[in-house]
């Protein structure tokens, strides 16, 4: 009876009677939901373009905000290492069109994603090897990224918004927006979407997938460094955030793999699940659920709707 | 009259198969798929410029592997041209890239169409210019092909995947129209469509063929249409060629008329129904 009485009544009579908790709790959920959002984001231009499931996405974030310390530690000034870094991103995509995807066209996607896997470890190995294993402080305040807090006095209490958390929210839009854009405007984006759609007949009308596998990798690789940038900001910067980045696979499963639009509510609703649940039903069990239930949430999902939330709309032929 | 115009009307007026300067030469080509299974036995055909050649034979007999030889769509299926040389403009195109060969002017319509169900058909049309980057010539690119196809244009934002056959075809037709190319190679346009929008199609292919000066090579299994339109055949089965000829000749031709038109002196007949050892036996 009392356990009952603390799921399902307890913390929503918190909630009411606290609602600025509530807010802040909200809006923590939020931000990690977009940076969520973003690592699922990577993956899904990654599977939609050719087909990979990219297993090394989570650790391609945590690469490049190393990268990007690891640069700026031998000297080199923050914006500079920054744009060194997405030189490393293009180079990165050159080399795994280079090295795995032109070699292993036409295998079978779980060659491809053993290949990921094996990326993924070349990944944590060469930077651990070049940058060092331990953790390390993100170079917030070299890029100008804001630090400080603001406090609002509202609903009966204080709601604080870490002014890196509004950052990195408004980082996370800007890049869908510029993708949207991308996408939807531009003769690569256009290219791209019809290399997702039907790959040969892309080919038949002249493009190259070669070219526009190096264009998804490296969008990819942007998006992973931003993600990893913001979030080296909120925590530090070590391999041990790719157990976080793997929170990408329940958003996915949440979202459908080839959706965009599923990615980023998949992502949001991930973040305020998890935080939602690790404030109010986690002290029931001794606290510690948010790493845990996103993968229990996919899984309830994935019994009623295994497409995912917006699993591509399937057109059925005339 | 310029001294040109008189020249090509001329060489109209002679077979068609043969004065004219080819602009595609397939010879003696050996496609194996998987590295196996041996489809193209040593075919060898020519294309004039600005002609219609169709390339005929039952399902099966390799004329979407032949188109596929030539505009190099062949590798992604796992398919390898181990003999022969194919020329374009005189030039060996063998060992080029799909995406070269759209560069050079020739682009494939693949059989079902494929168009991109996911893109409304402008955006379809549009990556029909990919490899011309944007310009103002695609936008005016973009008003012939709706002029070609009304239809096109009254559906534009539809997603193609929403379109109807007929719909989809023409869309097929008008990205490849939107590379500009000098050759098309048309796989099987008539497939799964009512007669009168195949007999459309056909007329649309015709003028363009006409006033766009497009070069078309044809793979079709309605030989009833094919050799209406076309001014020359070539008659494929089981990845060889067994017959050849202009259209004229071929719907005269009496094996033609039995086996491929449906027709014989005995009366109506399907060539599904004659027993392939009479066939090879006539033509071999
Ligand atoms: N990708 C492929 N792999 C193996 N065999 C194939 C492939 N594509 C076609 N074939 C075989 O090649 C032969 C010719 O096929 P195709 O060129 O499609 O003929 P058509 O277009 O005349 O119907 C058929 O026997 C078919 O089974
Ligand atoms: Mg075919």
């Given amino acids: ?318 | 009259m310029s001294a040109e115009t008189l020249q090509s009307n001329a060489a109209a007026d002679a077979a068609p198969g043969q004065t004219r300067e080819p602009v595609l030469q397939v010879n003696n080509i050996e496609v194996i798929y998987d590295h196996v299974i041996l489809v193209l036995k040593g075919v060898s055909f020519e294309v004039p410029k600005e002609g219609i050649v169709a390339l005929l034979g039952a399902n099966g007999a390799g004329k979407s592997t032949t188109l596929k030889s030539i505009s190099n769509l062949l590798r992604a299926e796992r398919g390898e041209i181990t003999k022969g040389t194919i020329h374009m403009n005189g030039k060996l195109t063998n060992d080029l890239t799909a995406n070269d060969m759209v560069k050079l002017g020739c682009v494939q319509v693949m059989e079902g169409r494929h168009c991109f169900e996911h893109l409304t058909i402008e955006e379809n049309l549009l990556t029909g210019a990919y490899t011309r980057g944007s310009s103002r010539a695609v936008k005016d690119d973009l008003e012939m092909v709706y002029d070609y196809f009304p239809r096109l244009k009254e559906r534009y934002k539809s997603l193609a995947g929403y379109t109807s056959g007929g719909e989809q075809q023409m869309c097929a037709i008008g990205r490849a129209l939107m590379a500009r190319p000098s050759i098309i190679l048309l796989d099987e346009p008539s497939m799964g469509l009512a007669p009168q929008l195949v007999e459309q199609i056909f007329e649309i292919v015709k003028k363009l063929n006409q006033e766009q000066k497009v070069t078309i090579l044809l793979a079709e299994q309605n030989t009833n249409v094919a050799l209406r339109y076309a001014d020359y055949g070539y008659i494929l089965e089981n990845g060889r060629v067994v017959l050849d000829g202009t259209a004229e000749a071929l719907r005269e031709n009496e094996d033609v008329k039995e086996f491929y038109l449906g027709l014989s002196s005995e009366g109506r007949k399907n060539f599904r129904e004659v027993k392939h050892y009479k066939r090879r036996k006539r033509w071999l």
């Fill in chain 1, 1 to 318: 009876m009392e356990i009952l009485h603390g799921i399902f009544i307890d913390p929503f009579i918190t909630m009411y009677e606290l609602p600025d908790l509530l807010v802040q709790v909200l809006w923590e959920g939020f931000v990690a939901g977009t940076l969520y959002s973003l690592i699922a984001l990577g993956f899904v231009l990654i599977f939609k373009a050719s087909g990979v499931f990219n297993f090394a996405q989570g650790i391609i974030v945590v690469f490049g905000a190393l990268s990007l310390v690891g640069l700026h530690s031998l000297g080199i000034p923050a914006f500079v290492a920054l744009f060194l870094c997405i030189g490393i991103m293009f180079a990165l995509a050159w080399l795994v069109e280079f090295t795995v995807l032109r070699r292993l066209v036409n295998q079978d996607p779980i060659i491809l994603f053993m290949a990921t896997i094996g990326l993924n470890y070349f990944l944590i190995g060469f930077g651990e090897g070049v940058f060092g294993g331990e953790p390390k402080t993100m170079i917030t305040a070299e890029l100008g990224l804001p630090t400080g807090a603001f406090d609002f006095d509202i609903l009966g209490g204080l709601v604080s918004l870490q002014q890196i958390d509004i950052t990195a929210a408004v980082t996370a839009g800007v890049m869908v927006g510029g993708l949207a854009v991308f996408f939807n405007k531009t003769r690569i984006g256009r290219g791209l979407r019809a290399v997702a759609d039907d790959h040969q007949a892309a080919q038949s009308v002249g493009i190259s997938l070669n070219h526009i596998w190096i264009v998804v990798w490296f969008a990819a690789g942007i998006v992973a460094l931003a993600t990893g940038v913001m979030w080296g900001a909120r925590s530090d910067v070590s391999f041990a955030l790719s157990i976080v980045a793997l929170k990408a696979l329940p958003v996915l499963i949440l979202g459908g793999f080839t959706s965009i639009s599923g990615a980023i509510v998949g992502g949001l609703i991930i973040g305020i699940s998890e935080k939602m649940a690790e404030f109010y039903w986690g002290p029931l069990v001794g606290g510690s659920i948010e790493s845990w239930f996103p993968y229990f949430l996919a899984l309830l999902f994935l019994w009623f709707r295994p497409q995912g939330l917006f699993g591509e709309k399937i057109i059925e032929r005339v």
